[in-house]
């Protein structure tokens, strides 16, 4: 399922093509994207509670063994839909290889976006912004909307749209 240079190099184009079927597979042609209904859809439970104070920095994680994903309930409601869509990310591209290799699977802490140097969290992560915010739907209202618009329009943080914007019409492996 893996490529074996994905311990160098993140694969975008998988990341992008995985979460565009995700898309495709549950119906959505407008935003907000709901990663809770999404993941449920794919077999996993979510379950948002509260940390202890030693893991407050932990924004979530998923347990492949019981299909569950676990989110911090102090983070707010964007947060958390992208450490759900990031965890969904892991699921349907990294599980195989973290049930090979258990040591690899971090959890995820809160990180500025395009903070990550891991390559399968960097794959994670451009799954998550994908998936709430495909191009494709940005596209088609960046034009008429200010990034708080936009981050409000797609229930993400006003950091996501930015991050999402950088790649908005151009040829990268987003795009």
Known sequence: MLAGNI???????????????????????????IPREMAESYGLRVEVMELPSDLMRVAGLI??????????????YERQAFT???ELGHFLMHKEFFEKHPERYKVLVRMPLGAENDPIEQ?????AAE???PLKMISRYRQYATEDDLAQLFA?????????LQFAGSTSVFA
């Open 63 to 76: 347990d492949f063994s019981q299909s569950k994903i676990f989110i911090n309930s102090a983070d707010r």
């Open 131 to 133: 998936l709430l915010v």
């Open 84 to 86: 759900i869509a990031h």
């Open 7 to 33: 311990e160098q190099t993140p694969d975008y184009r998988k990341a992008r093509t995985t979460a565009l079927r995700v898309l495709q597979d549950n119906h959505v042609l407008r935003p907000p994207v």
């Open 123 to 127: 794959e994670a992560n451009a799954f």
């Open 156 to 164: 993400v943080s006003p950091e996501v749209i930015r991050y999402r």
